[in-house]
Structures are given as structure tokens and as C-alpha cells.
């Protein structure tokens, strides 16, 4: 059972440059989650989608866009890249937006921007 | 408005003695309070939940939790550490009006040394 799966697992860009972070999860959760982990300052939450076909903001938003796909798929989006965005990112899941279940999460994207 | 604190940015233990980490909270009606824990270049792992009930919550590896309405306190402890519990310990609190909402401490690194 492979859980929760991102790729790539290490990304290199420079200012400018887009790309896409790709999230999968194979336990038919509802609520998915994008999180950046910076140092000292715990996760901090990017957007979120309670449900296929939703989206919503979290704390930190700006300059990123993202994509539920289907049930099972939430991709994160940088169009423009910036060295503030160099972060680890982690995708996450949860059977349901209720006060029992927990995050589960993906080993995360290590994105440097330079 | 909801928040955790973790005072301690790490906590040194050796092996066989009991530790503790400590994390307060402050939130608007009921706590739903989360322990994670991180190995290094993974993503973070739930250990226990404290929803309603008993104030000593059991979790993984042998790790409990105790809840202390009064202090507004919920501390990770193990009455004998391993070196293998080594890593970086998160406590969450869920946002009470929107459960798709977690806020996070940030972080302490235990120590355990043989």
C-alpha cells in the first residue's frame, strides 16, 4: 500500500521557471493537502481541496496554483518561480475533514530556486 | 484563533531514561490535538490523537500523551527512550471551525544518545 506519493522527490530551478508538483493517494481519502515545511517555522498550509473538484486557500498561497485532478490526484503549481519558494514541500491526505482523522503524508519535494 | 507552541527547539535524553516533549495550545472551543513525528528526508507520521475522553492518550512506539485542560498543555512522553526515537516531533492542533485546517509547533529534535 503506497500511501501518499509525490514526485519528484528533488527539483532545482531558476527564478522564473514554472513547474508542477504531483500528488497521489491511493487510500480513497476525501480532503487532500499541500504543506510547505520551512526551518523553525513547522508546516504551514499552501491550499487545500475538502473534496474532489474543490480548492481552497490555506496561510500562504500566493504564487502558487493548484489542480484536484480526480479523487486519488492534487498537484501543486508554481508559474513563477522565487528563491522564497525554495522549501520542502509535502503533500498530504485525510479520509475526511472530521476531528478524528489524521494527515497522511507523502516524503515530500525538496525544491531549491536559485 | 488557533495555535501550538513548542518551547523546546531540541531536548537531549539518554537511552532508558523517560522523556518528554513539551507543546501548549491555545484554541477556540474543543482541542483536537495531534503528535507527528519526522525522520530525516521523510515525511511526517502520526503518533496519537486526543479528541475527548481520557486525559493519557496512547499512541505509537510506545508513545503516550497527556492532556491537561488547566495548563492548556498536551506533552509527548516515554517512559524509556530509544536512540531510534531520534527524530523531529510535531504537535497539531485542528482548527475547531474548519477541520481542514491544522496548525503546527515548530518542531523539537530529540536527541537520544546510547
Known amino acids: 500500500n503506497a500511501g501518499v506519493t509525490q514526485t519528484p522527490k528533488f527539483q532545482v530551478l531558476k527564478t522564473g521557471q514554472s513547474m508542477t508538483l504531483q500528488c497521489a493517494q491511493d487510500m480513497n481519502h476525501n480532503s487532500m493537502y499541500w504543506y510547505r515545511q520551512d526551518p523553525g517555522m513547522g508546516l504551514r498550509l499552501i491550499y487545500y481541496?475538502?473534496?474532489?473538484?474543490?480548492?481552497d486557500k490555506g496561510e500562504v498561497p500566493n504564487g502558487y496554483n493548484v489542480s484536484r485532478l480526480n479523487k486519488r490526484e492534487f498537484s501543486l503549481r508554481l508559474e513563477s518561480a522565487a528563491p522564497s519558494q525554495t522549501s520542502v514541500y509535502f503533500c498530504?491526505?485525510?479520509?475526511?475533514?472530521?476531528?478524528?482523522?489524521?494527515?497522511?503524508f507523502g516524503n515530500g519535494t525538496r525544491l531549491t530556486v536559485t | 484563533a488557533q495555535s501550538v507552541a513548542q518551547p523546546e527547539d531540541q531536548v537531549n535524553v539518554a537511552e532508558g531514561n523517560p522523556l518528554t516533549v513539551k507543546c501548549t495550545y491555545s484554541v477556540s472551543g474543543n482541542p483536537y490535538l495531534f503528535w507527528y513525528v519526522q525522520y530525516p528526508n521523510r515525511g511526517l507520521q502520526f503518533l496519537l490523537k486526543y479528541i475527548t475522553g481520557d486525559n493519557l492518550v496512547k499512541g505509537s512506539y510506545g508513545f503516550e500523551a497527556e492532556f491537561n485542560k488547566s495548563q492548556t498543555s498536551f506533552h509527548l512522553k516515554k517512559p524509556s527512550a530509544l536512540v531510534s526515537d531520534s527524530a523531529l516531533y510535531f504537535c497539531?492542533?485542528?482548527?475547531?471551525?474548519?477541520?481542514?485546517?491544522?496548525?503546527f509547533g515548530s518542531g523539537t529534535k530529540l536527541n537520544v544518545k546510547p
Open positions: 498530504a491526505s485525510s479520509e475526511q475533514a472530521s476531528g478524528n482523522s489524521p494527515l497522511h
Open positions: 497539531a492542533v485542528r482548527d475547531a471551525n474548519n477541520f481542514n485546517k491544522f496548525y
Open positions: 481541496s475538502a473534496s474532489e473538484g474543490t480548492t
